[in-house]
């Protein structure tokens, strides 16, 4: 199922209404599609260079819009989905996720932006958990967009080398990302800095 959806994927990136296709994967990607826009945002890079930090504002753009469906999804129609994320085995990142809102808000939803974990698991449970909106929204914009600007920069100057790199580096590349983060956050939290 995965593999076809993947596919498909892939062959929106080459239709003319692709930015469309982009916005709309993008923004169910945050709330509830398993496949992530970055394999339609690399190809559309690569093929149009110059549209690139276009095509990654309309991810970015889109992305927090789902989100903000994912989040009322957590917030309003949790037992509906609970199911799902129980099937899909998210369970665990879910759990992990919910405890860390509690304790990181904005610095967690910001992390989330950059990792391989499924976005959709984050803005629900940022929606169970009940974080504020401004914190959720100015989290994701910056987790998100600095995840989609960086893949469409890389791609832009790497080009099509780069780009099959990417494809399978991209879970190695999402978790050195929240490492390094994970190490800054915990260094800001020890120096009393924002937190």
């Given amino acids: 199922?995965?593999?076809?959806?993947?596919?498909?994927?892939?062959e929106w990136s080459a239709?003319?209404?692709?930015?469309a296709f982009l916005a709309a994967l993008s923004a169910s990607e945050s709330?509830?599609?398993?496949?992530?826009?970055?394999?339609?945002?690399?190809?559309?890079?690569?093929?149009?260079?110059?549209?690139?930090?276009?095509?990654?504002?309309?991810?970015?753009?889109?992305?927090?819009?789902?989100?903000?469906f994912g989040f009322l999804i957590g917030?309003?129609?949790?037992?509906?989905?609970?199911p799902?994320?129980?099937?899909?085995g998210y369970s665990e990142a879910f759990d992990g996720a919910v405890a860390a809102f509690d304790?990181?808000?904005?610095?967690?939803?910001l992390l989330a932006g950059f990792t391989p974990i499924p976005y959709k698991v984050f803005t629900i449970s940022a929606g169970?958990?009940?974080?504020?909106?401004?914190p959720f929204i100015a989290g994701s914009l910056v987790g998100r967009g600095g995840r989609f600007f960086l893949v469409a920069g890389l791609i832009r100057l790497g080009g099509e080398k780069f780009a099959t790199r990417l494809r399978r580096y991209v879970d190695l590349i999402g978790w050195l990302t929240?490492?390094?983060?994970?190490?800054?956050?915990?260094?800001i939290s020890q120096t009393g800095g924002p937190g």
């Fill in 31 to 68: 709330s509830f599609f398993p496949i992530p826009p970055d394999v339609m945002l690399a190809p559309m890079c690569l093929a149009q260079p110059k549209r690139s930090w276009r095509f990654a504002t309309i991810c970015t753009i889109s992305s927090v819009l789902g989100g903000l």
């Fill in 103 to 109: 304790q990181y808000g904005f610095w967690y939803i």
């Fill in 15 to 19: 239709h003319k209404r692709a930015p």
């Fill in 128 to 134: 169970v958990v009940g974080m504020p909106l401004s």
């Fill in 75 to 82: 917030q309003f129609a949790f037992g509906w989905i609970e």
């Fill in 84 to 88: 799902l994320i129980h099937r899909w």
């Fill in 1 to 10: 199922m995965f593999t076809r959806l993947y596919d498909q994927v892939l």
């Fill in 178 to 187: 929240l490492l390094i983060a994970v190490i800054v956050l915990a260094v």
